[in-house]
């Protein structure tokens, strides 16, 4: 029997990852452990529509203090650490993770780190226009020897309108999949890296040649590693 610290995850941002990625958590542990013995987890599921609002207005203060509202929740909850369950709002992990008094562990760190593992020297990154446009995440990679290469601009567009019209809402259509699938297919690169937390729901290891690196995953494995005492 595993004993755990009490996890603390930063949820609705969106739902469906966010329950893909307790999903992934309980299984990873039956996985290792064939018992029933799971982690403790505190879920704060977060005001969607309020934190799309801020990114759109660029209103970072208010972006940010919905996190750190979200993590002093979870830390009241007994959380021992948290994780925030989303790749975008790392663009200000930084600045969450000085507001807070508990762990946080950062989801591109372990991307990188990932990614090292695996001698990956190049990769393609997938996301929503945020994730893809600034450089929190290229930066992060950099930092691991790791180049980032993202789609053109139109691409960007193409891949933002599909998680939030789409994704997020638990719609999947076959169409959007050819659409992405081609954008994938295209770009020269040793992985790509599904960098939204909804893009798994769509696209399989299965569906394109690259190698694929599922952040939803990954990220799930890391967390439930930092949670073994």
Same mark, same amino acid.
């Given at each position: ?42 879920l704060f599921s977060v005001d969607f529509g309020k934190i799309k609002d801020f990114q759109q207005e660029e209103n970072t203060h208010n972006y940010i203090q919905e996190f750190v509202n ?21 663009r200000v992990f930084s600045e969450i993770d000085k507001q807070v008094s508990i762990p946080l562990i950062s989801m591109v760190d372990v991307i990188a780190e990932h990614s090292v593992k ?38 960007? #567009? !193409?891949?933002?309108?599909?998680? =939030?019209? %789409?994704?997020? $809402?638990?719609?999947? /259509? ?37 190698? #694929? !690196?599922?952040?939803?995953?990954? =990220?799930? %494995?890391?967390? $439930?590693?930092?949670? /073994?005492?």
């Open positions: 029997m595993k004993n755990y610290k009490r996890i603390g995850i930063v949820g609705g941002v969106s739902p469906q990852s966010s329950a893909l990625f307790y999903k992934k958590l309980v299984e990873k542990h039956y996985t290792k452990n064939n018992d029933y013995y799971y982690p403790e987890i505190v979200a993590i002093e929740n979870l830390e009241k909850a007994g959380a021992d650490f948290a994780v925030i369950a989303s790749n975008t709002p790392h695996h001698n990956f020297k190049k990769v393609l990154l997938l996301g929503t226009k945020y994730t893809m446009s600034e450089d929190f995440y290229k930066k992060g990679l950099q930092a691991h020897g790791i180049e980032a290469i993202v789609p053109s601009y139109d691409e960007q #567009i !193409i891949v933002n309108n599909i998680i =939030f019209d %789409e994704l997020v $809402l638990d719609r999947i /259509i076959q169409s959007s999949k050819q659409k992405l699938i081609k954008i994938i297919e295209k770009y020269p690169a040793d992985a790509v890296i599904l960098g939204c937390t909804e893009l798994p729901l769509i696209i399989k290891k299965e569906d394109v040649h690259l190698t #694929i !690196i599922d952040t939803t995953d990954v =990220f799930a %494995e890391a967390t $439930l590693n930092f949670a /073994i005492l």
